[in-house]
């Protein structure tokens, strides 16, 4: 028999670290933002690139931060030759059986330790540089 130890137990305090992402409104370039592309003898069409939604948005993934604690209250493990082990998190906060869902990896046991992986990530992968001034 095996046993298997999770990070975390139920009711467990937990810190959740998270990626913030920026959201920016890109102006589609094939119908320059028009929604519609003209063809012979001025029929119009939506355009095929947007669908006529005349751009769309991009995200852009930017720093770590320290978010929210929370209290785990359903716990979500997997484990498989192929897939090796999965190990999720649902918070009473958030939702059980339905909600947000926290990989093991951006839970942490307290702020300082959660700071301290926030500040290697961010060290790690820079940021995403802002474009700006395109359409
Ligand atoms: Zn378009």
Known sequence: MTLFLTKFRLGDKAVHIRRTRDKRWKVCGFCDGSGEITGAAGRSRSCPE??????????LDLEWLVRETL???QIDLRHSKRGGTIEKYMAIETGIGGGSVYDADDLFYNQKDAQQECDRRNAETAPAPKEEGRT
């Open 50 to 59: 947007c669908c006529g939604r005349k751009g769309g948005y991009e995200y």
């Open 71 to 73: 209290t785990i209250g």
